[in-house]
């Protein structure tokens, strides 16, 4: 099957630094990858979409300055937590597919840890 | 717009007793259904899907038809191992829009030996 890739799988960063993590599809290209959030025994929360070679298109309530979207390649999303601050430790998951009609992948998830 | 709704975890049962997960979901048309599981510390991975009107997705196991009249798509396996120990998640895409999945809150089920 598809393998979608995160990089790294965990990080602390002190407050007031940013944070780059990666996400690429391996076997297949992304014409779309998303990123989502997720909070300690809660679902999925969708912050952006991110179509190859244009702006992402962010949730409501998530700041399009802070948490920065980029989808340069077809094989290739980071999103940059610029600014961090304790409140953004999570775990961020991204996942791709390679058309419309086609299956989500999901990566492994990248946790967050700022101090 | 849609919606799906998990039952409220977590679910404790012990090695080899029957699981059921309640799904339910509110679109419009016929949506794609889905559930997903996501072992500790790691992401989603698709368990199971089904497409169309009482079909049935199964792997590892675990079995959901997709039942049209009571809009549901209830997960189950006859007899659940320490391993299934998870959260599982139920989904559904819709035919237009974007294709983007609407996520439940997630079920935690433990499985005690």
């Known amino acids: 099957g598809a393998v979608v890739s995160q990089h790294p799988s965990w990080v602390i960063c002190k407050s007031g630094t940013s944070v780059k993590i990666e996400c690429r599809s391996l076997d297949f290209q992304a014409t779309t990858m998303f990123w989502y959030r997720q909070f300690p025994k809660q679902s999925l929360m969708l912050m952006a979409t991110s179509n190859e070679g244009s702006k992402a298109t962010y949730e409501q309530g998530v700041e399009k300055d802070k948490f920065l979207i980029n989808h340069a390649s077809l094989t290739l999303s980071t999103l940059t937590v610029t600014s961090a601050h304790p409140e953004d430790s999570s775990f961020y998951i991204c996942?791709?597919?390679?058309?419309?009609?086609?299956?989500?992948?999901f990566g492994p998830g990248t946790r967050l840890t700022v101090t | 717009g849609n919606s799906v709704t998990q039952m409220e975890g977590p679910v404790t049962l012990s090695e080899e007793a029957f699981l059921t997960i309640n799904c339910t979901y509110t679109a419009t048309g016929y949506p794609s259904l889905f559930w997903y599981v996501q072992y500790p510390g790691e992401g989603l991975q698709l368990l199971l899907k089904a497409t169309k009107a009482d079909d049935k997705g199964s792997n590892k196991g675990f079995e959901a038809t997709y039942r049209k009249e009571t809009t549901s798509f209830h997960l189950e396996k006859g007899s659940v191992q320490v391993s299934d120990s998870a959260v599982y998640f139920c989904a559904l895409r819709g035919q237009g829009g974007s294709y983007i999945p609407t996520f439940g809150r997630g079920t935690s089920l433990i499985v005690h030996p």
């Open positions: 996942s791709a597919r390679q058309g419309e009609i086609y299956e989500q992948y």
